[in-house]
């Protein structure tokens, strides 16, 4: 690594543009106009040396120069922008309505939006936010928020650290607030010392030379913004791990027990009831508002849930211990929360069927003589029933909500909304089956020369409830990364760093400042402790330029 070697005899690092100790501009290491000497100097990170300033030839440097560049960081922040604008079109998969066609999203998105929703959902914008490439946009923003911070942050505090009171003319004449006295009192020096001490400056006396500093803290606020990105940046990233985050939807029968997605096989719902309410439709109130739905609108959906914990969950192959932990309502807007987890209630299904009973007669009796007799149940359905006249019944295809699509039959979701059969029957003692489809408002024979005719005889429904299941552990580290960001944002707006320094020359002085921002103030303070004196007012030497 090249050393340059200042004429004040600091040695400072390859790529420096003033002086560390000093200040003085160094010869020929300007990475813009630093030696153009009608100019003011450029402050920024007070001429210290950046690592992607000075280094461009491994592979390492490239990239590190690369994600250094707010450029770069700026144009990632807005793809990734355009990206979440694009992803909120129409809904994520997790936020498909309960009362779609299906949820499986590749009937959703093309049935509901036509051919954008297919376009949609191909090139993956339907789960953008749990995207490969999208978690990828959000680790490149974390990853150049951290070179940008060391690129800068770094170079800077070594910087301000070792900054020495005595400085090279050229470093003072060229900043902005500058004047020259041509003689002065040592007495003067002194009020000045002990009025900028007052104004709670830390005041440095080398030799006679004087640096008076405050707020140099205010200088660490925008790194100290880029902490509290980074953390909210790294809990985005961990809501993508099922151990922290988890986000479940799930469908529950009235009298059904099942297992809560996500929970490993812990924790059971049982769903006892489910309630829907509707607003009053010869309530004026609410008249207009239904007639504009064009139907009833829900004023309360709830289920009457209970919680089991299996203590078994542990065992592999062991038969569930279920104890009851909670019994409760959810309702909209009034979750139910367990051990970390939160039960939503999110949508319902009304009237969806439960099994239906069956009963086979012969094809020519007008009377539909019972000859024997079986039911299906629509949730599991077995593959053969045998019964007890001798029948033998096959399910040879089953369609739990059927359409007749392209000429075939098919079912539009896995949910028994109006479920239809192909059976297969067996009479008694006989290998050769009969062929009969049968739906509801359908009984087809297949042949047109069955023997034996099969009648649906009763059915049952259900109500079904739709439930999200959450688990958030990410939440304290958004909390805990928007408050560190507040306070770079206060750090660094109400604060300033101001500098002032007072060298001699000779039996005159001179005076300058900086500061990152708010000129008027740090002019009033040097007002303030010249006042008396007769040491020159500094002149602001851009706005003589301008």
């Not at 004040?8 to 020929?28: D, S, W």
């Not at 959703?108 to 936010?129: A, S, V």
């Not at 909209?332 to 009304?350: H, I, R, S, V």
Request: aromatic share 12%.
């Amino acid at each position: 690594m090249k050393k340059i070697k200042c004429e004040c005899g600091h040695v400072n690092p390859e790529g420096t543009v003033l002086c560390e100790a000093c200040g003085k501009p160094i010869e020929g290491n300007q990475h813009i106009d630093g030696n153009d000497k009608k100019k003011l100097l450029n402050m920024r990170y007070d001429g210290s040396a950046r690592r992607s300033q000075t280094y461009n030839k491994s592979i390492i440097d490239k990239t590190w120069n690369f994600f250094s560049s707010v450029k770069v960081g700026v144009w990632l922040i807005v793809i990734t922008l355009i990206a979440s604008a694009v992803g909120t079109i129409f809904p994520q998969q997790q936020y498909i309505p309960s009362d779609a066609i299906s949820r499986d999203p590749a009937i959703f998105y093309e049935d509901r939006y036509g051919i954008l929703g297919k376009i949609y959902y191909q090139l993956g914008f339907h789960d953008l936010f749990g995207s490969w490439w999208y978690m990828l946009l959000v680790a490149m923003i974390g990853v150049s928020l951290v070179i940008c911070s060391i690129d800068r942050f770094v170079p800077l505090y070594k910087a301000l650290k070792i900054q020495k009171a005595k400085r090279h003319e050229t470093f003072l004449n060229r900043q902005r607030l500058f004047s020259e006295t041509e003689q002065v009192s040592p007495e003067d020096i002194e009020k000045v010392k002990n009025r900028l001490k007052k104004q709670r400056y830390n005041v440095r006396d080398e030799d006679g030379y004087i640096l008076a500093e405050k707020g140099r803290f205010s200088r660490w606020g925008p790194y100290v913004n880029h902490i509290g990105l980074i953390i909210i940046l790294l809990a985005a990233l961990l809501r993508f791990t099922p151990i922290l985050f988890m986000d479940e939807y799930v469908w529950v029968r009235e009298g059904e027990q099942i297992v809560i997605p996500g929970t490993h096989g812990e924790y059971y719902i049982e769903n006892k009831k489910f309630t829907l309410e509707t607003y009053d439709a010869d309530d004026e109130k609410f008249k207009a508002a239904i007639e504009k739905q064009g139907g009833m609108i829900p004023s309360n959906f709830q289920t009457d849930a209970i919680i089991y914990k299996d203590n078994n969950a542990d065992v592999p192959g062991a038969e569930p211990d279920l104890e009851k932990i909670i019994e409760s309502d959810i309702r909209m807007n009034q979750p139910l929360k367990f051990d970390g987890y939160t039960l939503y209630q999110a949508g319902y299904q009304e009237n969806e069927f439960t099994s239906m009973s069956f009963i086979i007669h012969e094809t020519d009796d007008a009377d539909e003589q019972k000859l024997d007799e079986f039911s299906i149940s629509l949730t599991e359905p077995k593959a053969e029933y045998e019964l007890e006249n001798g029948f033998r019944v096959k399910v040879e295809e089953y369609f739990p909500d059927y359409v007749f699509q392209d000429g075939e039959p098919a079912s539009q979701t896995n949910y028994p909304r109006n479920p239809a059969f192909v059976l297969l029957i067996y009479p008694p003692e006989s290998d050769t089956p009969e062929v009969s489809f049968i739906g509801i408002g359908k009984n087809i024979d297949a042949t047109g020369e069955n023997k034996y005719k099969v009648s649906i005889q009763d059915f049952s429904m259900h109500n079904v409830s739709g439930l999200t299941v959450k688990r958030d552990y990410t939440l304290p580290f958004f909390i805990f990364g928007a408050a560190i960001f507040m306070i770079g944002v206060i750090q660094g707006m109400y604060w300033q760093h101001r500098r002032i320094w007072v060298n001699p020359k000779g039996d005159g002085l001179l005076v300058a400042a900086h500061t990152n921002k708010n000129w008027f103030g740090v002019k009033k303070d040097i007002e303030k402790a010249i006042e008396g004196t007769n040491i020159n007012m500094v002149v602001d030497q851009q706005e003589l330029e301008e």
